[in-house]
């Protein structure tokens, strides 16, 4: 902190076990890289190397080295995982992980379909060396999950050695946990949060609405996952109630006075 203001409110020191911070790294490059860790690396847990390119763009193990150094854990999106999968390639999966030296990896089932003891099995291989993150929901908008289907592939997945488990709402937030116009579906988060725990959930949700949205429901050291490399530090402003979201939120009850009533 530059300066000491109080009523800011405490946020856990990494590394974290709740309030992580997920980046979603599009293709950055090696300077890009370099200036997000200056400007945001304190703020930031873990970078997704977003869909499969991790296949294909320059200079991967020179990130995954300045991720590393700033304590910051990146691995590849579920994507590069079906993208493997799908072309019988689950060994070759595990060789390119151990191969860059990622010590995350994320499992998810969200574009191809496979039997969910399958993806069970998967995650209890790879958590033997890693830790995984598995992700749960359908990035096709047609498919929908009840509830339970939600709860029990959660619960499941976290029994077969998922570190947490990443609720799916794409980087669009318009599915998943999300409705079509970007409003929560509060419902199924209530379900979820209960059942299965909200620090054992990454919360997927880009946009800043959806952002303090999940800070006032569950406090600001809520999971927060898929956030644009130059929104994490706005991020953290919801999170401190630095930013008019969340500016009365960590108050006391003499200070709610001078908030603006908007009619």
């Known amino acids: 902190m530059n300066v000491e203001l109080p009523y800011i409110p405490a946020r856990n020191g990494k590394p974290r076990e709740s309030g992580l911070t997920m980046m979603m790294d599009k293709g950055l490059s090696l300077r890009e890289t370099e200036n997000f860790i200056e400007t945001a690396g ?3 847990d873990l970078v997704k190397l977003a869909f499969g390119t991790g296949i294909f763009v320059k200079h991967i193990d020179e990130k995954i080295k300045l991720y590393r150094q700033a304590n910051i854990r990146a691995y590849c999106g579920g994507t590069m995982f079906e993208a493997f999968l799908v072309r019988g390639m689950f060994d070759e999966f595990r060789r390119f992980i151990s ?24 995650i ?4 033997q060396d890693v830790t995984v993150l598995s992700e749960v929901g359908s990035k096709v ?10 709860v029990k592939c959660m619960q499941t997945e976290l029994q077969a050695g998922s570190w947490k ?6 980087e669009s937030g318009t599915t998943g946990i999300f409705n079509h116009d970007g409003s929560a579906n509060q419902s199924l988060v209530d379900v979820l949060g209960k059942e299965v725990g909200n620090d054992r959930i990454m ?10 949205w999940f800070i006032r429901k569950y406090g600001n050291n809520v999971n927060i996952g898929n956030v644009a490399p130059t929104e994490v530090v706005p991020l953290e402003t919801l999170r401190l109630g630095l930013r008019s979201d969340t500016f009365f939120d960590f108050l006391p009850a003499e200070m709610q006075k001078y908030k603006q009533n908007i009619s």
Request: include cysteine; charged fraction near 25%; proline fraction near 5%.
């Open 99 to 122: 191969g860059h030296h990622l010590e995350v990896c994320e499992v998810s089932d969200g574009t191809i379909a496979f039997p969910h003891e399958e993806k069970l099995e998967y």
């Open 124 to 127: 209890r291989i790879l958590s």
């Open 165 to 170: 488990v990443i609720a799916e709402a794409r």
């Open 42 to 44: 304190d703020y930031t």
């Open 141 to 150: 908008l047609h498919v929908v999950l009840e509830p339970e289907q939600w």
């Open 203 to 212: 919360w997927e949700a880009p946009n800043k609405n959806q952002q303090a």
